[in-house]
């Protein structure tokens, strides 16, 4: 299983943007479901956005709504979250993985695999 490859990732003050890329390779990208997810030490990963690469549905999370948008690139096998108006909240690192049984169903992390190295999103307040 060949893993995502994360970055975009840095350190930003609070009200900042980012943009997060994320690689597949292509049998694992297209007609899937692709999910950022966020992980702060001591605490679960938890999902953040998704997309379904086979027709563009997109999913999120209540805390990212309004803020966050993820988008796919098919020339690329890749997909992107653009964070924008950003909290010190959202502090945390950010992985990128696929889901198992293809469709999106749900943002939980245990249903993902194919997890990359991740990368640090750091907002000052």
């Known amino acids: 299983q060949e893993p995502a490859v994360e970055s975009g990732g840095g350190s930003v003050q609070a009200g900042g943007s980012l943009r997060l890329s994320c690689e597949l390779p292509?049998?694992?990208?297209?007609?899937?479901?692709v999910g950022w997810f966020r992980q702060v030490p001591g605490k679960e990963r938890e999902g953040v956005a998704a997309?379904?690469?086979?027709?563009?549905?997109?999913y999120y999370a209540d805390s990212v709504k309004g803020r966050f948008t993820i988008a796919q690139d098919n020339d690329k096998n890749s997909v992107y979250l653009q964070m924008n108006s950003l909290k010190h909240e959202d502090t945390a690192m950010y992985y990128c993985?696929?889901?198992?049984?293809?469709?999106?169903?749900?943002?939980?992390?245990?249903?993902?695999?194919?997890w990359g190295q991740g990368t640090q999103v750091t907002v000052s307040s």
């Open positions: 292509e049998y694992t990208y297209r007609g899937n479901c």
């Open positions: 993985g696929a889901e198992r049984r293809g469709a999106c169903y749900a943002l939980e992390p245990v249903d993902f695999g194919y």
């Open positions: 997309i379904y690469t086979g027709g563009g549905k997109t």
